[in-house]
């Protein structure tokens, strides 16, 4: 049987946009549902263990000026430290590799000491219990006969007056069905806007010491010839756990891959780079509730904070609020911040001009 449920709100993925929907909304007063398809919160926020230490296999890093985060990290009291930045720069390409002088490769930025997954945990923890549902995928949104949008689940239909779709809009529209009732232009535009980091794999290479500091390498390094094109230093705090990172296009990955990066990191640092306590290869395209399929194909960044998102869709009963919707940040997570932001504010203002003509 079916649980039928009503509410104010259902926000749609526990991503940080959507949490950060859901807190807010429940703060304003709302009663407030997050569905999340996957067991676990967080969505491209994701670290593992790895003692004494987490690694992290989505998103690593903030920066200055992120107040959203800044703000964020500060109320939940997340420690942060600095990436690491001292040291040369290598550049491989077919004639081989250099070493040229100084990190050219990374801006300075911060770090979340307990992996960025501890952001989305914090926000969870301090949402009433039984509001974020995991293990709940959204399968239909439809605006209601009478008001409101009823949202499917393989176990529930929920009611509610609104819904704040948080998931990249590309996967909204490949993973949701909603009935053609979206305008045309709205529905071309979601599937042909990318999912940030939705093409990529990112590989995360532990090793019991940082011998690249001590060659006075900064690890980071930049390649053409693949199958890492772009590498930073992913040590934790003090350098525990001591870690390389490095993003490949998804669509390389495959029989032979681990090899072929591990060779890579012997050519760019060395012998003792072949051989890695651990090597994860988290490949986002594979992703069920992050990557529609043949997210390769979306190209046009610039889609990015469109207007069509920044405007509520099914007569003011659905909000987006991932970070691809962002005007400002897009891509990042003070850019599924500020999404949230707006989602919300828009949500609330809705609700009060529904309550006037009541
Ligand atoms: C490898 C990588 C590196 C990155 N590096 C950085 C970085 O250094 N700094 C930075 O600022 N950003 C970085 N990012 C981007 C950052 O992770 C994202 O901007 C941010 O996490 C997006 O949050 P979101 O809530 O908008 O979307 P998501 O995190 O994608 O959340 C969407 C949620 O919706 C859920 N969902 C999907 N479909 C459904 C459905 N049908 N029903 C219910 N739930 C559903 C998903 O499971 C997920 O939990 C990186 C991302 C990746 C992948």
Redesign the pocket.
């Known amino acids: 049987m079916l649980q039928h449920d009503d509410h104010d709100v259902v926000v ?7 949490l950060a929907a859901t807190a807010a909304l429940i703060a304003a007063g709302r009663d407030t549902v997050c ?4 067991s676990r ?5 994701l670290s593992t263990h790895a003692p004494p230490g987490v690694l992290d ?6 920066w200055g000026g992120e107040r959203r985060v800044e703000d964020l990290v500060a109320r939940f009291g997340i420690d942060t430290f600095e990436q690491h930045l001292a040291g040369d720069t290598l550049v491989q390409d077919a004639t081989g590799v250099r070493r040229l002088p100084g990190n050219l490769i990374d801006a300075p930025a911060h770090r979340f000491a307990p992996g ?1 997954e501890a952001l989305a945990g914090a926000f969870a923890t301090g949402l009433p219990a039984g509001v974020v549902r995991l293990d ?4 239909a949104i439809r605006p209601h006969a009478t008001g409101g949008v009823d949202v499917r689940t393989p176990g529930a239909v929920l009611h509610a007056e609104q819904v704040v779709v ?3 809009p590309a ?2 529209l490949a ?2 069905d909603f009935d053609s009732r979206l305008p045309p232009e709205l529905v071309r535009l979601a599937r042909a806007t990318p999912v ?2 939705g093409a ?1 794999a ?1 590989v995360v290479a532990r090793y019991p010491a940082a011998f690249w500091r001590d060659a006075g390498l900064a690890g980071a390094a930049a390649s053409s010839t693949g199958p890492l094109q772009e590498l930073h230093d992913m040590s934790g705090p003090d350098g525990q756990p001591p870690a390389l990172f490095g ?1 490949a296009a998804a669509q390389i990955v495959g029989p032979g891959f681990e090899q072929a990066v591990t060779a890579q990191l012997a050519q760019l640092f060395g012998p003792a780079a072949a051989r890695p306590d651990t090597l994860h290869i ?1 490949n ?1 395209s594979g992703e069920r ?2 990557t529609p399929p043949a997210v390769h194909r979306l190209g046009d960044y610039s889609l990015f904070g469109h207007p069509l998102y920044q405007q509520p869709a099914l007569d003011g009963r659905l909000h987006w ?4 919707t962002a005007t400002r940040y897009a ?6 911040l500020a ?1 949230a932001e707006r989602a919300v504010t828009a949500s609330l203002t809705t609700d009060e001009a529904n309550s006037c003509s009541r």
């Open positions: 749609v993925g526990a991503g940080i946009a959507g569905l999340e398809a996957r919160v967080g969505g491209r926020l296999l989505g998103a690593t890093w903030f960025a709940s995928p959204v399968t948080a998931l990249p996967l909204a993973r949701i940030w980091m990529v990112k993003f988290q986002w509730w992050t609020a991932s970070t691809e891509g990042h997570i003070e850019g599924a999404a």
